[in-house]
């Protein structure tokens, strides 16, 4: 219902800025992207109508599908799935203004070649996988810092900051423990002060944990089911490898 979908974005609306608020922030500093993965074009267009700006799509096929109809309003467009490299083609012909799912070297190496080709540049986040779990996308802790060090030396993509999907448990001090690790790969890549490298962003924070996320520094926070209602997909549909 259109009216579901006010009532449940006003919600969110107020949860970030008790949160910010909570956390000595500003609450303009945290933005809200939709994600919209299985949520039609016209259920999209109410939310964007009422105000919200940007979305994120996890499917290249699913954007494609959408496109014509959300062209029409204004808004941004990141991705948040997991980019195989045969779509990368694809997915630049969209209007994506940012990638947040960044998270190997070749993929890297094939979208700049790619970008290089059609004399575009892209911003990426790097998504890192604190949770450990091995049904989540993202390039390990360990791992995160070097792989930043190597993409920056490809000049058409921008990293903006980082990205992460927080582990799914009930134990608030487990989940923050990953937002926890974001936020000190990100001070820690800042001190390194990297040409070509901007560490603003900080994705983190999803319907269930968006309050822990801000509380530990995120400034996007991707917010889908309680915004649009339970998917009929499960998530592992989206998060894991040959789907
Ligand atoms: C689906 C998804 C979200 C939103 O999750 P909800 O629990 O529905 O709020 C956030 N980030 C990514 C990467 C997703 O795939």
């Known amino acids: 219902m259109e009216e579901d979908i006010l009532i449940n974005l006003q919600e969110i609306l107020d949860r970030i800025e008790k949160a910010a608020i909570k956390s000595e922030r500003d609450p303009g500093e945290i933005r809200l992207l939709l994600a919209t993965k299985t949520v039609p074009a016209n259920r999209i267009k109410v939310a964007l109508t009422a105000g919200q700006t940007l979305i994120g799509e996890n499917k290249v096929q699913e954007i494609k599908e959408k496109y014509q109809d959300l062209k029409a309003i204004l808004h941004t467009n990141h991705f948040i799935g997991h980019l195989q490299t045969n779509k990368i083609k694809d997915i630049l012909k969209y209007d994506i203004s940012c990638i947040q799912s960044l998270d190997r070297l070749d993929l890297a190496v094939k979208l700049h070649q790619r970008l290089l080709f059609e004399k575009k540049t892209m911003e990426v986040l790097i998504q890192v996988n604190t949770s450990n779990e091995e049904s989540k996308f993202g390039v390990s802790p360990d791992k995160a810092i070097a792989l930043v060090q190597e993409v920056a030396q490809l000049e058409t993509l921008k990293i903006k900051g980082l990205m992460t999907i927080g582990l799914f448990s009930a134990e608030t001090e487990k989940v923050r423990h990953c937002f926890r690790l974001l936020k000190h790969l990100q001070e820690q890549i800042k001190a390194l002060q990297l040409p070509n490298v901007e560490m603003k962003e900080l994705s983190m924070g999803m ?29 592992s549909y989206y998060w894991n490898e040959n789907s």
Request: glycine share 14%; hydrophobic share 35%; aromatic share 6%.
């Open 207 to 235: 319907s269930g944990d968006l309050e822990t996320a801000i509380e530990e520094g995120a400034t996007i926070v991707r917010v889908g089911t309680a915004i649009f209602g339970q998917r009929s997909y499960p998530d």
